[in-house]
């Protein structure tokens, strides 16, 4: 279970996340939805000490992080438990698919390099990139490169997976391969936090849903809820809104 | 050309070619592989935003950036003995060439280091690598592959620079070319000979150069 507590951030002037807090059970798949520049990304930002929140905490694994001053030491042992996927992969260039998986088990879990190898074909067989295990990040269309980012991301099996925006950088008809693995690993019962604007994973693949605006969470409830009986006005208006698009 | 001046070039390339692989080759390797290290340390405290060491490496960069090598020779080989500090032409030579590459490739090691992509670095953070193992592992081997093409100009320059060493009279081809000249007052050839010899020791780099850049490539 991840339990996030009050985090608040800003950028200058701006209040970008006025106090967000949330709570994922173990298995749990939350779709995280919003307008742009509702603070989506500094919020799993600062969930990965990528920002440095003014305020909050995250207990997770049993152990309480506080995420405006934690030392470098549990800032490393944190993020050895959760996985990030970003909007952009940001594959390691120099590394083949394989070891851009296997690279933070050997470099940062010091695993032995056999062990992680067979770890890491898995991890790309389930994305169903094995039989490019050994191409440049530069060879792979962006489909494919973004499941190899979630290959990395899963690898090390960690308690909860941080996904931005995964399929926005793509052509939208490389997006559905990336949910069709994205969905597998919700089935699997992987957790999950995913910043996305694709309605239809949201409604399919996601237990929960949570509507940001304005640095705040303005409504959370069940996928189903969510899109049938939305509680509150602004849900109604976002959902509004995208139908009319 | 006479066939006498001839004889004495033919003569004189061995010698000329031996003084390059006693002294130019040493020194430009020495160098070189001691500028890149001061040169690569003195980006990463740029990088890594390190108090007072960011600020000493930028005045360093400045310093040597801003005056002549022929001064800076002058400095260690001429100026350091009257505030007791003695050193032989050869290290003097070693110590003012290594600060020059260093200060000069630092700026293009920083900027092949900027120029990847900040996300990977996150993405290292995020697998749960160290700044320093991400360095190590993802973001200085593609920054070298940029770096490469403009380093191997800073080299190439480098051999040439070596002549420098010359106004401290290290005996380098320059001044071997002159004292083997001075028993004929052959100069104009033995001098001709000596651009020989550096024109057969960038040819060289340059087509090292070339091979690497296509192993490289094939690399990505
Ligand atoms: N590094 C930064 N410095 C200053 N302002 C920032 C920074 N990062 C984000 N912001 C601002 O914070 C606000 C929230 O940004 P954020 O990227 O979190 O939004 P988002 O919900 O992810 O939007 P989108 O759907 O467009 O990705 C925006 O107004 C943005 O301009
Ligand atoms: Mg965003």
Same mark, same amino acid.
């Given at each position: 279970?991840?339990?996030?507590?009050?985090?608040?951030?800003?950028?200058?002037?701006? %209040?970008?996340?006025?106090?967000?807090?949330?709570?994922?059970?173990?298995?749990?798949?939350?779709?995280?939805?919003?307008?742009?520049?509702?603070?989506?990304?500094?919020?799993?930002?600062?969930?990965?000490?990528?920002?440095?929140?003014?305020?909050?905490?995250?207990?997770?694994?049993?152990?309480?992080?506080?995420?405006?001053?934690?030392?470098?030491?549990?800032?490393?042992?944190?993020?050895?438990?959760?996985?990030?996927? /970003?909007?952009?992969?940001?594959? /390691?260039?120099?590394?083949?698919?394989?070891?851009?998986?296997?690279?933070?088990?050997?470099?940062?879990?010091?695993?032995?390099?056999?062990?992680?190898?067979?770890?890491?074909?898995?991890?790309?067989?389930?994305?169903?990139?094995?039989?490019?295990?050994?191409?440049?990040?530069?060879?792979?269309?962006?489909?494919?490169?973004?499941?190899?980012?979630?290959?990395?991301?899963?690898?090390?099996?960690?308690?909860?997976?941080? /996904?931005?925006?995964?399929?926005?950088? @793509?052509?939208?008809?490389?997006?559905?391969?990336? @949910?069709?693995?994205?969905?597998? &690993?919700?089935? %699997?019962?992987?957790?999950?936090?995913?910043?996305?604007?694709?309605?239809?994973?949201?409604?399919?693949?996601?237990?929960?849903?949570? &509507?940001?605006?304005?640095? &705040?969470?303005?409504?959370?409830?069940?996928?189903?809820? /969510?899109?049938?009986?939305?509680?509150?006005?602004?849900?109604?208006?976002?959902? %509004?809104?995208?139908?009319?698009? | 050309?006479?066939?006498?001046? +001839?004889?004495?070039?033919?003569?004189?390339?061995?010698? +000329?070619?031996?003084?390059?692989?006693?002294?130019?080759?040493?020194?430009?390797?020495?160098?070189?592989?001691?500028?890149?290290?001061?040169? +690569?340390?003195?980006?990463?405290?740029?990088?890594?935003?390190?108090?007072?060491?960011?600020?000493?490496?930028?005045?360093?960069? $400045?310093?040597?950036?801003?005056?002549?090598?022929?001064?800076?020779?002058?400095?260690?080989?001429?100026?350091?003995?009257?505030?007791?500090?003695?050193?032989?032409?050869?290290?003097?030579?070693?110590?003012? #060439?290594?600060?020059?590459?260093?200060?000069?490739?630092?700026?293009?090691?920083?900027?092949?280091?900027?120029?990847?992509?900040?996300?990977?670095?996150?993405?290292?953070?995020?697998?749960?690598?160290?700044?320093?193992?991400?360095?190590?592992?993802?973001?200085?081997?593609?920054?070298?592959?940029?770096?490469?093409?403009?380093?191997?100009?800073?080299?190439?320059?480098?051999?040439?620079?070596?002549?420098?060493?010359?106004?401290?009279?290290?005996?380098?081809?320059?001044?071997?070319?002159?004292?083997?000249?001075?028993?004929?007052?052959?100069?104009? $050839? +033995?001098?001709?000979?000596?651009?020989?010899?550096? #024109?057969?020791?960038?040819?060289?780099?340059? $087509?090292?150069?070339?091979?690497?850049?296509?192993?490289?490539?094939?690399?990505?």
């Amino acid at each position: 279970m991840i339990e996030v507590m009050n985090i608040q951030k800003r950028f200058g002037e701006k %209040e970008v996340l006025k106090d967000v807090s949330f709570r994922v059970n173990d298995g749990d798949v939350i779709a995280v939805l919003g307008p742009s520049g509702s603070g989506k990304t500094t919020m799993l930002r600062c969930l990965s000490f990528l920002e440095t929140a003014d305020g909050g905490k995250v207990i997770f694994d049993g152990k309480e992080y506080d995420l405006h001053h934690s030392s470098k030491k549990d800032i490393l042992n944190y993020r050895k438990k959760i996985g990030f996927v /970003f909007q952009n992969y940001q594959l /390691f260039g120099n590394k083949t698919a394989l070891e851009n998986v296997t690279e933070g088990l050997i470099i940062a879990r010091k695993m032995d390099k056999k062990e992680a190898v067979d770890r890491g074909m898995k991890a790309l067989e389930r994305v169903g990139m094995l039989d490019h295990k050994d191409f440049y990040p530069s060879r792979l269309s962006g489909g494919q490169q973004q499941r190899v980012a979630i290959a990395r991301a899963m690898v090390s099996e960690p308690g909860v997976i941080f /996904f931005d925006e995964p399929t926005s950088a @793509l052509d939208p008809e490389l997006t559905g391969e990336v @949910l069709n693995v994205m969905e597998k &690993l919700a089935d %699997e019962g992987t957790t999950m936090v995913v910043v996305t604007h694709e309605m239809e994973f949201a409604r399919r693949g996601a237990d929960r849903v949570i &509507l940001m605006e304005d640095g &705040l969470i303005v409504e959370e409830d069940s996928s189903d809820v /969510f899109f049938t009986s939305p509680k509150t006005d602004r849900a109604k208006a976002f959902l %509004e809104g995208i139908r009319g698009r | 050309m006479t066939e006498r001046i +001839l004889q004495e070039l033919i003569e004189s390339f061995p010698k +000329l070619l031996l003084t390059a692989l006693k002294v130019t080759v040493p020194l430009t390797a020495i160098s070189f592989t001691i500028g890149i290290m001061i040169a +690569l340390m003195t980006a990463l405290v740029q990088i890594a935003k390190i108090p007072v060491l960011r600020q000493l490496a930028r005045f360093y960069v $400045w310093i040597i950036r801003g005056t002549p090598m022929l001064v800076q020779l002058f400095v260690v080989y001429f100026g350091l003995p009257s505030i007791g500090i003695t050193m032989s032409a050869f290290p003097s030579a070693i110590i003012v #060439l290594s600060l020059s590459v260093g200060a000069y490739c630092s700026e293009t090691i920083r900027g092949a280091i900027e120029s990847v992509p900040k996300g990977q670095l996150e993405a290292c953070y995020c697998v749960g690598m160290t700044f320093p193992q991400a360095m190590r592992r993802v973001i200085i081997p593609q920054a070298m592959t940029a770096a490469f093409p403009p380093l191997s100009n800073s080299l190439i320059g480098l051999v040439k620079d070596t002549s420098l060493a010359y106004s401290i009279a290290v005996v380098e081809i320059m001044a071997q070319a002159q004292r083997i000249a001075s028993r004929t007052y052959d100069y104009f $050839w +033995l001098y001709l000979e000596a651009g020989l010899i550096y #024109l057969i020791i960038c040819t060289l780099l340059t $087509w090292i150069q070339r091979l690497v850049e296509r192993r490289m490539e094939r690399k990505r």
